[in-house]
């Protein structure tokens, strides 16, 4: 028999039973547990109560294991839970020293025992534990000498690092406290230096002692600076925000570079070095708050840990000589790291966890002490991981893979001012930063501009003091570089840029009627850009864009119930959702990003921290940056063609029809109509900008409006500059148009229409009608204006890119660097194995015309007939559904803010691995925010038509792989009578079958009646469509799935800064629902090979994007990527792609997950 005893006692097993209801209650730091259990019996020892037992025959020597540690761990629930469990075994006996005993008594008074699990927390006397162990020699679980090491980080690091185990680079900084201004730290703006390394932001400040949980992480400037300061669980936080950018100036601190590991942290606990168990949670540096589930308890999830982990686990274990160990594991760039060792630690809220801890610690404490007891004791041989096997019910698709290629946000204008300067100190500022090198200059660090700012005031100074010719720079534009680097009190890198160009000859004049004295030598041409921020209405859009995008995922409502989308979340935070963010180096595209991710991971507070973890940059490799001053031959020639067509002063005859949209497309006839004459418009264009001027300036002379705020704190002023500029731009000395000024024109007006519309600007509509018709020609077709120059000019963009999707595709099948969750002990998950990879890429207009293009007119649907072997232009090429996809196109206008590209991958497990049937894709694409005067010449798609809608023929949907919050099979959405969409009228599509407006968290009343769908559509798991070309009526007499379009009306950022509306964005429309991967892989064959030049820049660009540089975060270490790292091994050619993949949902019956009291699946019902 073994019992659990008080210890308050000199010699072990002599005793007398006490009745539990003596025992007192106890509160503790995890829950108040009571220690008793029914099946436990509690023993307190006496001395005198021994003469009882001597009609019994003599009891075995029992192995007695004491528990020595402070009473808040010993009664604690998860320490009970397991000497319960080890109390079990027949020859065991379980002794707790008592708090008062542990504190006061001297040690020889100590109760005696065979095996010590002792250890140290806040309040406990190590020393008196070691002089114990000393005294008694009892077998030791944990080590209590090392324990003294835990306590000090710089230790725990120096013993990680002799073990070999991977971990952040760091730099330890001492400092005497009593004269701490004497140490070897030296702080820059964005980096410090510890004993000469360098750290650059973001790096992490941690105290050197362990039980000091103040670690700060501090960000770049290019991020937003400050800082996130961790601190021990406060309630909900642990973790908060704070604009303090300088390190600490007294004690001790490692410094470390941060590891970028996509929001989340690994905690492995270890019991003796062959076990381990994992959990993950969310980082508490993302957004500080944790994530506690209906109990209150932290959310955490076991995680499968690699070999290579589990190899770490051993190490640690016998590197610290504690079996029971818990410690940290960052997972970043394909590698394990271990950032914090902290001693003796059990997991909490896990049954299979007890179990397998007291089953451990027993047989271990039997194998070492049962031989000198002589008892009869031999290792129980059980296999320990039993294997799940994957079953999938029904004829189910399931949602492999996600890409989006995202526009970014709602900005403010982007504004440019060029001028030549040659004075020494912008020779030398280019020299000193290494402008000779290439010729060119691109100053963004706060520290380069602050010196560019300088010289301005210096030369502005000279001038005012006395009229030199010295300088010629010419004043005007000085004060205007002045008044931009002055613009907002603080430089942060993300919304100015001075690019300097080395002239070898001075700048070619423009005209006769420059000034002949012009110098000859050498210049620099230095080019001012700023605006193009995002605005908070484009903050707005994208994180409610983030919000409405987790709709597309299959799943139930988790611990997140109350708003739509929780099978994202619920899929995120249990790991099982692979998810990257990428974002080219523009600030406006990161800040899209981080707010993207906010709205869809459901994250609160700060965009640095979220932009820091979650977004990488993929600049340096074409992925998503273009370089614009490179224009193509082809580009070159396409924007001079356009500009000689609309430099005619006549109306366009059919023959400029035809030049100008060979492709026949109605958005550009439309405009054409609308435009007529093309000087003439510009003139009435050129007209109203000075009228609006002009009004400006009135504005500006009256004392009650001149210092008016107006929109994301412009001032009337800047308004002025900003107008003014396009004045003096548009139309230049010859008289001529400057063409190439349209786009920004309509820019300005469409932000101040929307924006600063309070101020009542006459005429401004006709400016925007105009504007925009003129836009609507030139920005596309500055593109490409026949088939063969779009694509021509589309692979010169988006080559890499498109690689990039194909190896998304194809790499759906897991590999080892992803969190998997751990079947065993995955309770209320119900697919542990189901995996769905999401990539996002965030970039701008040029990526995402491109794209479209080449899905265009780069010959999608020709494939199909080339393989199923018919020449071309055969009528199965007459693939209805593309063609009212490709009409629906070309009435598009405008790629507006936000504008999508969604691809999604579904996989159907009953297939034969290797039929082309088994992994079906689908396209879909939105225009983004609608614009102010949108609503009446809509374009009309036919809605979101995931292939499940149209498979009515076959049983309505089975029932999907997982509900997570209720375990049973979801129930069928009914559909009713099919719309016939060929007589609807352009109302009751915008009403009826347009969208579902998913309202934001922020407006309870509807989202609770309207939202709490299980699944707004049957999408992550559904029946097979067949992959057949379905006649075009069949395809266009389904129901569209009701998706969101996002409404913004009740949004409570909606109207702040003065008066500015955030516009919703159009719901996605299907281009095509049945498209097979193999086709999708042949066709991104042919268009990435297509142009040998355009491949050789391809492979340029991916050994860029593999290399050591490459898929690190925006800002994180330069880490070389291991193989098996996220995305980096290529696959050999020869092996076709769409080959066995292995069916992914494992399904765990570890029991119910919280259960939820009523099935609120949304019905649907289609009728007119």
């Not at 003469?51 to 019994?56: G, H, P, R």
């Not at 004075?423 to 402008?435: D, I, R, T, V």
């Not at 660090?445 to 005012?464: M, T, Y």
Request: hydrophobic residues 30%; negative net charge; contains cysteine.
């Amino acid at each position: 028999m073994s019992r659990l005893c008080d210890g308050k006692r000199p010699e072990a097993g002599e005793g007398q039973r006490r009745s539990s209801a003596d025992s007192d209650p106890v509160e503790d730091d995890e829950s108040d547990v009571r220690v008793m259990e029914s099946d436990v019996k509690i023993d307190m020892f006496r001395e005198e109560d021994m003469e009882d037992d001597d009609d019994e025959s003599p009891p075995e020597r029992l192995i007695v294991v004491g528990i020595c540690c402070m009473m808040k761990k010993s009664r604690s629930k998860p320490m009970t839970q397991i000497l319960e469990r080890l109390c079990k075994f027949d020859y065991i006996e379980v002794v707790i020293f008592p708090e008062d005993v542990i504190l006061e008594e001297p040690v020889d008074k100590w109760p005696l025992c065979d095996c010590l699990i002792s250890f140290h927390s806040k309040g406990f006397p190590l020393d008196k534990a070691v002089e114990y162990a000393k005294l008694r020699n009892p077998l030791l679980i944990n080590d209590l000498n090392m324990q003294y090491f835990i306590q000090d980080r710089r230790e725990v690091y120096r013993i990680l690092q002799e073990e070999g185990i991977d971990l952040p680079r760091y730099g330890v900084l001492n400092r005497d406290p009593d004269n701490p201004e004497e140490c070897n730290l030296v702080e820059g703006e964005d980096h410090v230096e510890v004993n000469g390394e360098v750290f650059p932001k973001p790096f992490v400040e941690k105290p050197v002692c362990a039980e000091d949980h103040n670690v700060y992480i501090y960000y770049p400037t290019s991020a937003g600076g400050g800082s996130q300061r961790l601190f021990r669980k406060i309630g909900s936080r642990s973790s908060v925000y704070s604009p303090e950018t300088s390190v600490r100036k007294t004690g001790s601190y490692i410094y470390e570079e941060f590891m970028p590991t996509d929001g989340t942290d690994v905690k492995v606990y270890t019991v003796g070095p062959d076990y381990a168990h994992a959990e993950a949670r969310k980082s508490p540096a993302l957004d500080g708050k944790v994530e506690r589930d209906s109990e209150g308890k932290e959310i955490r999830y076991p995680v499968m840990l690699t070999a290579m982990e589990k190899l770490v686990a051993r190490k640690v274990c016998l590197a610290f000589k504690q079996t029971v160990c818990g410690f940290d594991l960052l997972r970043a760039n394909g590698h394990s790291f271990v950032c914090d060792v902290n001693g003796f630690s059990f997991v909490k809220n896990s049954m299979k966890y007890y179990d397998d801890c007291a089953k451990v610690l027993g047989n271990m404490v039997m194998r070492e002490l049962a031989p000198q007891f002589h008892i009869p004791w031999s290792i129980p041989m059980e296999a320990e991981d039993i294997p799940i096997v994957p079953t999938t019910s029904g004829t189910m698709m399931e949602l492999r893979c996600v890409i989006a290629i995202i526009r970014h946000g709602d900005r403010t204008p982007k504004q440019k001012m060029k001028m030549e300067v040659r004075h020494p100190l912008f020779f030398e500022l280019f020299e000193k930063f290494g402008g000779y090198k290439s010729g060119k200059l691109k100053l963004k660090k706060p520290k380069q501009l602050q010196e560019v700012l300088d010289i301005a005031r210096l030369l502005l100074l000279e001038l005012g003091q006395h009229n030199d010719c010295e300088i010629e720079e010419k004043k005007s534009k000085l004060e205007q570089l002045k008044t931009v680097l002055e613009m907002y009190g603080h430089f942060s890198g993300i919304n100015r840029k001075v690019q300097l160009t080395y002239l070898r000859n001075g700048q070619p004049k423009a005209s006769s009627e420059e000034e002949d004295c012009k110098r000859e030598g050498p210049s620099l041409l230095l080019v001012l850009k700023w605006g193009g921020e995002l605005t908070p209405a484009g903050r707005v859009q994208a994180e409610e864009l983030g919000r409405a995008f987790r709709c597309m995922y299959p799943g139930g409502q988790g611990d997140y119930a109350g708003f739509p989308g929780c099978g994202l979340l619920r899929l995120h935070s249990t790991y099982r959702h692979d998810l990257k963010i990428y974002a080219s180096d523009e600030g406006r595209v990161q800040m899209t990003a981080a707010a993207f991710a906010k709205g869809l991971l459901a994250l609160e507070g700060e965009l640095t921290p979220i932009l820091v973890q979650m977004v990488k940059s993929a600049n340096m490799n074409g992925l998503l940056d273009s370089d614009s001053d490179s224009l193509t031959d082809c580009q070159q020639k396409v924007k001079a063609r356009l500009h000689e067509i609309m430099q005619k002063d006549m109306e366009f005859s059919q023959d400029d029809y035809q030049k100008l949209a060979p492709t026949g497309s109605p958005s550009l006839v439309n405009s054409m109509k609308i435009i007529q004459n093309p000087v003439k418009t510009c003139d009435k264009v050129y007209t109203l900008i000075q009228n609006l001027t002009s009004q400006i300036r009135k504005r500006l002379e009256d004392p009650k409006s001149s210092d008016l705020q107006l929109y994301h704190s412009e001032t009337l002023e800047l308004m002025l500059q900003r107008w003014s500029k396009l004045e003096r731009d548009f139309r230049m000395k010859s008289g001529r148009y400057d063409i190439s000024k349209i786009p920004d024109i309509y820019d300005c007006i469409k932000y101040d229409s929307q924006h600063n519309a309070s101020l009542g600007l006459e005429e401004t509509l006709e400016l925007f009608r105009l504007s925009r018709a003129l836009a609507d020609i030139i920005i596309p077709q500055e593109y490409g204006i026949s088939k063969a120059e779009k694509l021509d000019i589309a692979q010169a963009y988006c080559v890499p890119l498109m690689k990039k999707i194909q190896l998304d595709l194809q790499r759906t099948h897991e590999d080892e660097a992803v969190n998997k969750l751990h079947p065993l002990y995955s309770r209320g998950v119900m697919s542990p194995g189901r995996h769905v990879r999401t990539r996002l890429y965030f970039t701008s207009e040029s990526h995402v015309h491109s794209l479209l293009s080449i899905f265009r007119y780069g010959g999608l649907l020709d494939v199909r007939t080339l393989s199923l072997g018919l020449p071309r232009g055969h009528k199965e090429d007459k693939d209805q559904q593309w063609n009212q996809a490709m009409d629906y196109l070309s009435a598009v206008t405008e790629l507006n803010y936000m504008t999508q590209i969604v691809i999604m991958l579904y996989e159907d497990n009953n297939k034969d691995p290797s039929s082309e049937e088994r992994f079906h894709v689908e396209l879909h694409f939105s225009p983004g925010v609608k614009g102010c005067e949108d609503e009446e010449n809509v374009p009309l798609g036919f809605g979101f038509r995931p292939a499940s809608s149209e498979n009515q023929d076959k049983k309505p949907n089975q029932g999907s792989m997982e509900d997570l919050s209720q375990d049973q099979p979801d129930q069928a959405l009914p559909f009713s009578d099919p719309i016939n969409i060929q007589r609807r009228s352009p109302m009751i599509r915008n009403r009826k079958t347009g969208s579902m407006e998913v309202l934001s968290e922020t407006s309870p009343t509807q989202s609770t009646k309207g939202c709490t769908s299980h699944r707004l559509f049957p999408m992550g798991s559904r029946q097979s469509p067949e992959i057949k070309p379905a006649s075009g009526l069949e395809l266009l007499s389904m129901p569209p799935v009701k998706r969101f379009s996002v409404s913004f009306a009740r949004h409570p950022t909606n109207g702040f800064e003065g008066c500015s509306m955030v516009p919703s964005i159009y719901p996605l429309e299907t281009l095509h629902n049945s498209l097979s991967l193999k086709q999708v892989d042949q066709f991104l064959n042919t268009v990435c090979e297509s142009s040998s030049e355009a491949h050789a820049k391809t492979m340029k660009a991916l050994s860029g994007l593999f290399d050591s540089q490459s898929q690190t975060s925006l800002y994180s270490p330069q880490q070389p990527l291991s193989s098996s790292g996220s995305e980096a091994s290529l696959r050999p050619p020869s092996q076709p792609l769409w080959h066995g993949s292995v069916p992914s949902s494992a399904v765990s019956s570890a029991g119910p997950s919280s259960p939820m009291t009523e099935s609120s699946a949304l019905s649907f019902s289609f009728s007119e």
